[in-house]
């Protein structure tokens, strides 16, 4: 990935304090989704939600026109179950009772992008399906706490890593966490694995997205015929959960929240 190379953009307050804007819009649009999480809406109904809450507060998804095999048709991306990552709202796809529903959205704002995502059930989930969402949001939650400067970014993965694995789940080693800031993807690039001590001294001003990405029975992944969305090889159930946060003198900033 070209943008891991590059050097990492370190932010100054009153970029962060615009990231943290772009972050409060994008914690909306995921609220307003979540409320539509019921059985019978389509994937697009959330998607037709998210950039209509964009709109109104002057902000774009940076997801829109993505490159990629064709340019990316959608503001969010919209997985269930066993898909991943990068899956694209259609007026075909209804939600289900009891499926896994993971929105991945970005917001565009003031020159600057905020990227989160987060897994929630429709209506009432199966035990293990509930336990992968928590397992995934705990992660996410391990990673955070490790966002301090003096760490370092494998601090970060090994965190990530070590709360997944023990709970027998297991996670991608092809998709990542990353620098966001004016580029949704920047340097470093942030796996969600490693090893302690090494990678990148977070240092103030450092903003990154983590979002660790769980499966229940397989690290491997497979893309679908539609070259976006990527699901678990074997085809059991997945979850993703992502804050864009700032590293500060003191506790990580998560900005992607209301
Ligand atoms: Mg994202
Ligand atoms: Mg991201």
């Not at 336990?131 to 706490?145: P, R, Y």
């Not at 976006?228 to 159930?237: C, G, M, N, Q, Y």
Request: charge should be positive; proline fraction near 5%; glycine fraction near 10%.
């Amino acid at each position: 990935m070209y943008w891991a190379k590059r050097k990492v953009n370190i932010k100054n307050p009153a970029e962060i304090e615009i990231m943290r804007e772009a972050g409060r819009i994008n914690a909306t649009v995921h609220a307003a989704v979540r409320e539509m999480l019921k059985p019978g809406v389509t994937t697009a109904d959330l998607n037709t939600i998210a950039e209509e809450v964009l709109k109104k507060h002057d902000a774009i998804s940076p997801f829109k026109n993505y490159p990629g095999p064709y340019p990316f048709p959608a503001s969010i991306t919209v997985c269930i179950n066993e898909e991943l990552v990068h899956g694209i709202p259609s007026n075909k796809r209804k939600l289900k009772e009891g499926d896994i529903v993971s929105i991945d959205c970005g917001t565009f704002f003031g020159g600057f992008v905020a990227d989160s995502a987060f897994s929630a059930g429709v209506g009432k989930l199966s035990k293990e399906a509930q336990k992968l969402v928590d397992v995934t949001e705990g992660a996410l939650m391990a990673g955070i706490e490790k966002m301090r400067p003096g760490n370092k970014t494998g601090d970060v993965s090994a965190a990530i890593q070590k709360h997944v694995e023990s709970r027998g789940f297991y996670l991608t080693r092809e998709y990542t966490g990353h620098g966001v800031g004016r580029k949704m993807h920047e340097a470093p690039q942030v796996p969600n694995y490693g090893t302690a001590g090494h990678g990148l001294l977070l240092r103030p001003g450092v903003t990154i997205a983590l979002e660790p990405m769980v499966l229940v029975g397989t690290a491997q992944t497979k893309v679908l015929a539609d070259q976006w969305t990527v699901i678990s090889a074997d085809r059991s159930l997945t979850a993703h959960h992502e804050h864009t946060i700032a590293v500060t003198e003191g506790k990580p900033l998560i900005l992607t929240v209301l």
